[in-house]
């Protein structure tokens, strides 16, 4: 057997970095041309010479390539699968990529438009439209993905995945059907379900066998496998905001608690009845009250509070545990 000529890999560091803007998460992406459908995550380079960790090699190109100050920047996974970028006949380097997640704010000092050269902020449910229920179960699901999905899996009943599990029972698991619950930690199950059945325009891109046209509803697509990145981030933030206070990396120094509502459902993607989260608030301590009044919110003056830093000597694990669908 002749010996595979060996090949250089090249690490690239990739951020989602996520904001809140009107109630709206939203991401930084860049394009290398004018449609949505070239826009990736950011990516710059790890140099091994000049940065001692990953991380401050992505604080490093981050800062000198973008306005964007970095709060909270936790690393993810490492995507270097096989033809995540190659194409056959390709003697280039392989590209492996380490994916972050992290929260900035959008204020006076972060605009949301033009940050660096054709990069801007867009918000995350434009990739992911199915995974926003804030106002009800998306259209798209009744109408595009669970009749797709059935399709898909009438087509091999017999088929089980790693864990022993049917295309059948991972439909009703990951889409809270038939009595299941919803998981909304699921955001990369859940693509890598629709990657799988072939209604992702990616999977066309990357000639899926199963790879259906994407029909309009299915969310834009990004550039090489960053939507999987993005949507491993998104699980993560939805996961970690119940545990951990990084919620406040998204909030301005003084806040209402409305405004705090807001945000905890923008990236949950659901509706949270107002009287059991501020009971959920005032139990976890986590918040303050400033003494101040804003005056901005259209009707009565509201109370401004402040995150309580100090509760981290006391309860380092703590965050603001919204239920599940």
């Given at each position: 057997?002749?010996?595979s000529?060996?090949?250089?890999?090249?690490?690239?560091?990739?951020?989602?970095?996520?904001?809140?803007?009107?109630?709206?998460?939203?991401?930084?992406?860049?394009?290398?041309?004018?449609?949505?459908?070239?826009?990736?995550?950011?990516?710059?380079?790890?140099?091994?010479?000049?940065?001692?960790?990953?991380?401050?090699?992505?604080?490093?190109?981050?800062?000198?390539q973008?306005?964007?100050?970095?709060?909270?920047?936790?690393?993810l996974?490492?995507?270097?699968?096989?033809?995540?970028?190659?194409?056959?006949?390709?003697?280039?380097?392989?590209?492996?990529?380490?994916?972050?997640?992290?929260?900035?704010?959008?204020?006076?000092?972060?605009?949301s438009?033009?940050v660096?050269?054709?990069?801007?902020?867009?918000?995350?449910?434009?990739?992911?439209?199915?995974?926003?229920?804030r106002?009800?179960?998306?259209?798209?699901?009744?109408?595009?993905?669970?009749?797709?999905?059935?399709?898909?899996?009438?087509?091999?009943?017999?088929?089980?995945?790693?864990?022993?599990?049917?295309?059948?029972?991972?439909?009703?698991?990951?889409?809270?059907?038939?009595?299941?619950?919803?998981?909304?930690?699921?955001?990369?199950e859940?693509?890598?379900?629709?990657?799988?059945?072939?209604?992702?325009?990616?999977?066309?891109?990357?000639?899926?066998?199963?790879?259906?046209?994407?029909?309009?509803?299915?969310?834009?697509?990004?550039?090489?496998d960053?939507?999987?990145?993005?949507a491993?981030?998104?699980?993560?933030?939805?996961?970690?905001?119940?545990?951990?206070?990084?919620?406040?990396?998204?909030?301005?120094?003084?806040f209402?608690?409305?405004a705090?509502?807001?945000?905890?459902?923008?990236?949950?993607?659901?509706?949270l009845?107002?009287?059991?989260?501020?009971?959920?608030?005032?139990?976890?301590?986590?918040v303050?009250?400033?003494?101040?009044?804003?005056?901005?919110?259209?009707?009565?003056?509201?109370?401004?509070?402040?995150?309580?830093?100090?509760?981290?000597?006391?309860?380092?694990?703590?965050?603001?545990?919204?239920?599940?669908?």
């Open positions: 057997m002749t010996p000529p060996s090949r250089s890999i090249e690490i690239g560091l990739t951020a989602a970095i996520v904001a809140v803007q009107d109630d709206q998460p939203v991401i930084l992406v860049a394009r290398s041309g004018s449609a949505l459908a070239d826009a990736a995550l950011p990516t710059g380079p790890f140099d091994p010479i000049v940065h001692r960790t990953f991380e401050i090699g992505l604080r490093t190109w981050v800062s000198e973008t306005s964007v100050p970095l709060g909270y920047v936790e690393q996974y490492t995507f270097g699968d096989r033809g995540r970028s190659a194409h056959a006949d390709d003697t280039g380097a392989h590209n492996v990529s380490v994916g972050y997640l992290a929260l900035t704010r959008i204020g006076a000092d972060v605009e438009g033009a660096i050269s054709e990069a801007g902020f867009q918000p995350w449910y434009r990739f992911f439209p199915w995974e926003d229920f106002n009800g179960r998306p259209q798209v699901w009744d109408e595009i993905i669970i009749p797709a999905l059935r399709l898909w899996s009438q087509q091999d009943g017999k088929h089980v995945s790693a864990r022993g599990l049917s295309r059948a029972e991972r439909i009703r698991i990951l889409c809270g059907l038939d009595g299941a619950r919803f998981d909304d930690e699921n955001v990369l859940r693509y890598e379900l629709f990657y799988e059945a072939g209604i992702v325009a990616e999977a066309a891109r990357d000639a899926r066998a199963s790879a259906t046209s994407s029909p309009d509803g299915l969310g834009a697509p990004l550039r090489y960053h939507r999987r990145i993005l491993t981030a998104m699980g993560r933030l939805r996961a970690k905001i119940k545990y951990r206070p990084v919620i406040f990396e998204l909030m301005p120094e003084n209402t608690l409305t705090l509502q807001r945000t905890a459902e923008a990236i949950s993607g659901r509706h009845h107002k009287q059991n989260f501020r009971r959920l608030v005032e139990a976890s301590n986590v303050e009250p400033t003494g101040e009044t804003s005056h901005t919110t259209g009707g009565r003056p509201a109370a401004l509070f402040r995150f309580r830093r100090d509760i981290l000597q006391e309860r380092p694990s703590l965050g603001l545990r919204v239920g599940a669908r």
